[in-house]
């Protein structure tokens, strides 16, 4: 039974990375097009803004792999747990 709530929770938890890291890639796409356009502006502000808009997409992609890489280390050890319960 603990096994089954858990086994739920990571799913909920691996929906939400997954939501995070789908976002933080439009992010890292609106990003690239507001520098480019600084950059060909030369709008030296604008610059600073896109490139700190890059480094939070990037972190945020970043932290959403990395927890989409510690719930598949729990999901496989949850697995092998209910692997050695008794049917």
Do not use: F, W, Y
Request: charged share 35%; with cysteine; net charge positive.
């Amino acid at each position: 039974e603990k096994l089954k709530k858990l086994e739920i929770e990571l799913h909920a938890t691996e929906k939400e990375q997954h939501n995070i890291l789908k976002s933080s890639g439009k992010l890292l796409q609106e990003a690239e097009s507001k520098l480019a356009d600084a950059i060909k502006a030369g709008d030296i502000d604008a610059i600073g803004i896109g490139h700190g808009l890059l480094e939070l997409a990037r972190k945020r992609m970043d932290n959403a792999t990395n927890e989409l890489c510690s719930i598949a280390e729990k999901h496989k050890r949850t697995v092998d747990k209910s692997k050695h319960l008794p049917v």
